[in-house]
C-alpha cells in the first residue's frame, strides 16, 4: 500500500463504538490510558470505517471520554471490505501480544527514567510487575518471609530506604491499591 490514509478530526460523540468488539478494557486500564494521553498527549489516532465506527482505538475514546476531549485525531480506513474491517479489530489488538519484553533493557530503561524522577506508573507497568522485574527481594529477605501466613491479595515489600517506600507508596496510592506501612 503506498497510499496513505490522511488523518483527521472527529468530535467524540460522533464516534460509534463496534458492537461486536470483543477486546474489553477495565476501568483501571481505561485510567492508565487516560493518564498516559494526559501525559504524552493523544498520540496514537482512532481508526474508523469511514462511518465514524471504530476499528482501532475503543480505549482510547473511552480514555478520551474520561478526560473530557471533544475531538480526536482519526484515520479513516475505509478502504477496508467488511471482512477486512471484522478481522482488523481482533488482529490489531492481538498482533501486539506477541511481542516480548527484553527484561535487561527494560530494567535499565526504567531504572534511568526513576532517576530522572519520571512516574514509572506512566509506562503502563503496574507496582507488581515492576517489583518482579526488579526483584527487589533478596534470596535471604525471600526466606525470611517465607514462613509468614498471608492473606490472599497481600504482599511484603521491602525496600533499602524511606524514600523509596514512600515513593512506591505513594504510587500505589495514585493507583488506587489499599496500602499499610508497618
Keep these: 500500500m503506498t497510499n496513505f490514509p490522511a488523518y483527521k478530526t472527529t468530535k467524540v460523540a460522533d464516534l460509534i463504538p463496534y458492537a461486536r468488539n470483543s477486546r474489553t478494557h477495565s476501568e483501571m ?32 475514546v473511552l480514555a478520551a471520554q474520561k478526560l473530557g476531549l471533544e475531538s480526536l485525531p482519526v484515520i479513516e480506513a475505509s478502504h477496508l471490505s467488511e471482512a477486512q474491517r471484522r478481522a482488523y ?5 492481538r498482533l501486539a501480544l506477541d511481542a516480548g519484553w527484553d527484561n535487561e533493557l527494560l ?12 512516574d514509572l ?10 517489583a518482579n ?7 535471604n529477605e525471600k526466606d525470611d518471609h517465607a514462613h509468614v501466613e498471608m492473606p490472599e491479595n497481600q504482599m511484603i515489600l521491602t525496600f533499602e530506604d524511606e524514600l523509596t517506600l514512600q515513593d512506591w507508596f505513594n504510587r500505589a496510592e495514585n493507583e ?3 496500602c499499610k506501612l508497618l
Aim: charged share 25%; aromatic share 8%.
Design 29 to 60: 486500564q481505561v485510567a492508565k490510558i487516560a493518564a498516559s494521553i494526559k501525559e504524552f498527549g493523544f498520540l496514537n489516532p482512532i481508526i474508523v470505517d469511514g462511518e465514524n465506527g471504530i476499528i482501532a482505538g475503543h480505549g482510547r
Design 89 to 93: 479489530v481482533i488482529a490489531d489488538n
Design 107 to 118: 530494567k535499565v530503561e526504567l531504572q534511568d527514567l526513576d532517576a530522572q524522577g519520571f
Design 121 to 130: 506508573t506512566l509506562t503502563g507497568f503496574d507496582l507488581g510487575e515492576m
Design 133 to 139: 522485574l526488579f526483584d527487589e527481594v533478596s534470596d
Design 176 to 178: 488506587g491499591i489499599e
